[in-house]
Structures are given as structure tokens and as C-alpha cells.
């Protein structure tokens, strides 16, 4: 085997390592957009795209996509099945690109989706309907072989380098389909005053800690797409490639934070998530044609994508969908003006560089291509979401949509309760385990005559959701261990020692009826931060078991 084909081979597996990490870019950007309560779900979402892809991929997905076939389809290379040991490089880098196309869907319909339904969409996107674009525009299908129109004109095909349409377009259109049809989440849209309604996610730096994965996995995903390295000139189109891409998701930045500062069009404030939102866009219009394009094509191509993301964000709310992740407006808005800005900043046959018959034919061909794409993948999106939502399947009930995906769906909260403290809480957890369900307050002592004035008791708004402390109560119960109407608990004489400046009022949080076992559990509030001569103690009471009550 030649020296060559062993170093491309390395370079596929080696991008596509990089393009595999954009799934942890995903996941940290999508969980960092919604509330705390739906976390867990997202990231067991983006997890699963990558095995879910990979299961798919390799049965029938390559096969559709790369195996010999006709113009619109392939159907060799079956679960790998006769494909030669040179090409699993490729097949490993061509996967990392379907579950991309699946992960831009969840952003869309997160923390509102079955997980069945998840299952369901991602296995049809990366089996059957992704690769089925892949093989027009790469694996020799109708969209790759154009048509010899002849004289001055000659060859016209349609041209996306790394994926402007065959992947953010696809992505962005069954985003798209899917948020139509799931809905919007309770409280996003407000019909008595047609205002909308913003659902902040929970976690800023987590979303920006994706945002720079992304960034750097984009790199890879535009660079790798010339999948050699051994041939003459490789590595300068390469290199064009990520300068182009870093370029335009520069000036996307900055073109999407302008008009967000604009009154007209913004909100006047230097928005972080916009902006990476922007630079996303950025780079995505830029997949179409880094390799053939001036930098300064990328610059323009990169200032008009973030008018295009704002503008398809703008579309999307007038239309009432609800997209929590902006992925329409990010994949399918730059995706879309990144294919046709080709016909435009193509270095050899753009209709800026040669205003002739054969730039507006090749304007056609982006358009003909582009609208095939969106069509395919809205038809096909529409039978599969529509097919979900004829079953009930799609969307989850609305009491658990308010209460959260995590501990119905999965039994683990992202952030529970009894995990937080500075070391003060154990001494509670053993009350609990010795006595029965009880009530834990903090307050602050007045020493040396000093209040802190700005002290204000915060009731703690989440439910303690501990399974051994729920089933210690339980036992508890069962054995007839209740405490009696007489029980003081061990540590509650430090009211008799201390006084507290504003004394803190216990707090009953009635279970939810969905995690309710026999036994309620009882309430902790957290532990405070303090400083100075300061010094915080619990003031810890019993719960009369009369007080409450069962569904």
C-alpha cells in the first residue's frame, strides 16, 4: 500500500477524532440553554446521537450514501459488508458528519421531546435521510454529475465542499419541521398580548464552554472535508479552509453583536450567547466553499451571516416556534446563504469574478441544489414527526414538561439538592436517618453587637429529591419509627444558646405527586455563605406527620 494512502487514511481518523468531539461542544451548548431542570435529558440526547448514528450509519446509512447505487441512491457496503479495509478511514469520518446532522435537531425540540420519539428521528435522519443527500452531492449522485451544457458554458454541478447544505441545510429544515409540529414550550408564546415570552437557559459559561468546542471542531470539519493530505496542493486548500472559516465567523460575531446593540433590531446589550450564536452561523456559511474562495469573500460571506441568523430568528418567532438553541436560524439560515453565496465568491466561476452564462448557470445550480435539499428534507422530517404525532408519542405530558424531564425520565436530577454544602449538612443527613422526616432552617447570630443587615431569609425553590433519604424515611415509616408529638430532635437546643437577627421560618414542600413514596420527605435549606463574625447554625424542627397530605 502506498506511503500516500497510509497518511490519508491517518488524516480522516484524525479529523474525524476532532469532528467527534463537536458532539461535546453540542452537548455543553445545548445543556447550558435550558433550565436545570431538563439537563440530564439534553446530555443523554447528545450522547446518544452519537451511537444512535453509529448504529444506523453503519447498517444502511454509508451504504445509502457511498455504496454503488444510482443518482439518488446507493446500495452496497451494507453493514460494512465488502468494504474495503481503505475505506473504513472514511466511513469513520463520513459518521461524524450524520450524527452532526442529528444533533442539530435536538437544540430544536429539547426539553419537550420523548425520548422515544428522539430515538425514533435521529436513527430516519442518519440511516436514510441525510445519507440519501450525501449520495447526491458526494457519493456520485445527480447533483454531483451537473450537466455539459456545451459551448462557453460546459459542466455545471452543484458544489458544497463541507456541508453548507448536505448537512446545516438537512439539519436545519427537520429542526425546523420538528418544533412545528412539537410545539412550543408552556409559557413561551403569550396570546392574549402576541408577545414572546424568553426562557433563559440555566447556565451561561456551560453554554460558552460549547460554543468554543464548536469552534474548534469546526476547524476540523471544513479542513478535514478535503479528506487527503498526500496529494499536490492539498495542504494549501486546507489551509484556506480554516482561515476562510475563522475569518468568516469573525466578522459573523461582530455583524451579529452590532445588531443586536441596535435599538431597531436588538436589545441594546453585548450578548454572549449571541455572538457565539453569530460565529456558529459564521462558520457554517462558510462549509460551502472555503476551499475555493478569496478571504475577503470570507469576510463578506461572514458580516452578511449574522444579518441571516438574526433574520431567520426573527422568522422563526413571528411563526410562533419555539427553538431554544436558535438551530434553524444558526445551521439552516447560514447553511442556505453559505450555498448560494458560492455562486457569488467562487474564485473561478463566481458572478462577481465573471459575469457570464456560465456564473448564472452555476447561480441555478446552488439554487436547484439548495431547494432539493430543503425539499427532501422537510417531506421526509414531515413523515416522521407527523407519523410520531398521530402516535402521541412525541411529546411529553404538560405536568411533566413543568416539573422537568430529569427525575421522571430518568431519575437524575443534574443538580440535586443534598449533593451542595460546605460540610455543615451531615450532621442534618443524620438526623433524617434517625429520626424520620424533619425540617432544617439556617439563621445567623448576632455577635459583638454587629448585624448584617443585608441578611434575608431565601426560600430554596427545588425538591429534595435524595432516594436515600426518601427510603430511610420509608423504613422509617414502615417500622413504626415516626417521631412522637413530644420529639425534640438533637441539635434543635441552639435556640435556647443562640438568637437569631431575623429567625428563619421552616418551609413544608409538599412531593410531587409523580416521586411521591408513603413517606413525604422533608426540607433542607442550604447552608449560606458568611464572613466575618458571622457564624451560621441550623435551627432543625420536626414534621407533624398530620400536616400533610396525600394525593
Keep these: ?242 482561515v476562510n472559516t475563522i475569518i468568516s465567523a469573525s466578522f459573523a460575531a461582530f455583524s451579529s453583536l452590532i445588531i443586536n446593540r441596535s435599538p431597531l433590531f436588538g436589545n441594546r446589550s453585548w450578548s454572549l450567547l449571541i455572538t457565539i450564536n453569530g460565529a456558529l452561523t459564521g462558520m457554517v456559511a462558510a462549509c460551502a466553499g472555503c476551499n475555493v474562495m478569496y478571504t475577503y469573500g470570507a469576510c463578506a460571506i461572514g458580516c452578511i451571516s449574522g444579518i441571516s441568523f438574526h433574520l431567520w430568528s426573527w422568522i422563526v418567532r413571528s411563526l410562533k416556534i419555539d427553538d431554544p438553541l436558535d438551530a434553524v436560524a444558526v445551521h439552516f439560515g447560514g447553511g442556505s446563504w453559505g450555498v448560494i453565496a458560492l455562486a457569488f465568491f467562487h474564485k473561478e466561476d463566481g458572478i462577481f469574478y465573471n459575469w457570464d452564462k456560465r456564473s448564472g448557470m452555476f447561480f441555478a445550480w446552488q439554487l436547484a441544489g439548495l431547494a432539493a435539499i430543503t425539499a427532501w428534507a422537510a417531506v421526509m422530517s414531515l413523515i416522521v414527526f407527523g407519523i410520531l404525532r398521530l402516535l402521541k408519542v412525541l411529546r411529553v405530558p404538560e405536568d411533566i414538561e413543568h416539573r422537568g424531564l430529569d427525575i421522571p425520565k430518568h431519575n437524575e436530577p443534574a443538580y440535586p439538592v443534598e449533593a451542595y454544602g460546605h460540610g455543615h449538612i451531615e450532621n442534618i443527613l443524620q438526623i433524617f436517618d434517625k429520626s424520620g422526616p424533619v425540617k432544617v432552617t439556617q439563621a445567623f447570630e448576632k455577635m459583638n453587637g454587629n448585624v448584617n443587615s443585608g441578611y434575608e431569609e431565601v426560600a430554596d425553590q427545588g425538591p429534595y429529591e435524595s432516594p436515600e433519604v426518601k427510603r430511610q424515611i420509608h423504613q422509617l415509616e414502615q417500622n413504626g419509627g415516626a417521631p412522637s408529638a413530644n420529639y425534640v430532635p438533637e441539635r434543635a437546643h441552639v435556640q435556647e444558646r443562640r438568637v437569631p437577627v431575623q429567625p428563619a421560618q421552616p418551609m413544608q414542600i409538599q412531593e410531587p405527586v409523580y416521586f411521591q413514596e408513603p413517606v413525604p420527605r422533608g426540607y433542607v435549606q442550604q447552608p449560606r455563605y458568611y464572613s466575618g463574625n458571622q457564624q451560621p447554625y441550623y435551627v432543625v424542627q420536626p414534621i407533624p406527620r398530620e400536616s400533610f397530605r396525600y394525593h
Design 1 to 242: 500500500m502506498a506511503i500516500g494512502v497510509e497518511i490519508d487514511q491517518l488524516f480522516l481518523i484524525f479529523m474525524g477524532m476532532i469532528i467527534f468531539f463537536m458532539q461535546c461542544g453540542f452537548a455543553f451548548l445545548e445543556a447550558g440553554a435550558v433550565r436545570s431542570k431538563n439537563v440530564t435529558n439534553i446530555l443523554i440526547k447528545n450522547v446518544f446521537d452519537s451511537f444512535v448514528s453509529g448504529v444506523a450509519y453503519w447498517i444502511i446509512g454509508y451504504a445509502f450514501a457511498f455504496g454503488d447505487g444510482n443518482d439518488f441512491i446507493g446500495h452496497k457496503y451494507f453493514a460494512s459488508y465488502e468494504l474495503p479495509e481503505t475505506q473504513y478511514a472514511a466511513f469513520f469520518f463520513q459518521y461524524t458528519f450524520a450524527a452532526t446532522a442529528a444533533t442539530i435537531v435536538s437544540g430544536a425540540v429539547a426539553e419537550r421531546c420523548e425520548f422515544l420519539a428522539y430515538f425514533v428521528y435521529s436513527f430516519f435522519i442518519t440511516g436514510f435521510i441525510y445519507p440519501v443527500v450525501t449520495h447526491w452531492v458526494w457519493g456520485g449522485g445527480f447533483l454531483a454529475k451537473g450537466k455539459d451544457y456545451g459551448g462557453d458554458i460546459g459542466q455545471i454541478a452543484y458544489q458544497d465542499f463541507a456541508g453548507s447544505g448536505v448537512v446545516h441545510c438537512l439539519g436545519g429544515t427537520a429542526a425546523f419541521v420538528g418544533a412545528l409540529l412539537l410545539g412550543p414550550r408552556i409559557g413561551r408564546f403569550h396570546k392574549e398580548t402576541k408577545t414572546v415570552i424568553q426562557i433563559r437557559g440555566h447556565s451561561v459559561p456551560i453554554a460558552a464552554l460549547g460554543g468554543f468546542i464548536l469552534f474548534f471542531g469546526f476547524l476540523a470539519f471544513n479542513g478535514g472535508s478535503q479528506t487527503s493530505i498526500s496529494n499536490p496542493g492539498d495542504g494549501a486548500a486546507i489551509s484556506l479552509s480554516v
